[in-house]
């Protein structure tokens, strides 16, 4: 039986860049793997950090009644 490209399985490749202080994300599916998205809309407490390509690789943990944030998320007055 001949490989048939349309009887392939195709799924999503994710790419994570963790870096010291910035950190991105990007993903292509396979049936496309040259048309790479790259992710640049993440949350954010300030409108213009929400549309980077990267995000800081910063995590906060509020302590235990509180709302685990990070990168852009975190609030600018945190500690």
């Given amino acids: 039986m001949a490989n048939n490209s349309d009887d392939e399985e195709h ?6 860049d963790f870096g010291t202080t910035f950190s991105g994300a990007s993903w292509a599916y396979s049936g496309e793997p040259n048309d790479i998205e790259v992710i640049s809309r993440w949350e954010s407490k300030l409108n213009l950090n929400s549309d980077k390509e990267k995000a ?6 509020p302590g235990k009644r509180g709302t685990i944030s990070w990168g852009y998320g975190i609030p600018p007055n945190a500690k």
Avoid at 11 to 16: C, D, E, T
Wanted: charged share 0%; aromatic share 8%.
């Fill in 56 to 61: 800081p690789s910063a995590i906060l943990f």
């Fill in 11 to 16: 799924v999503i490749i994710v790419g994570i």
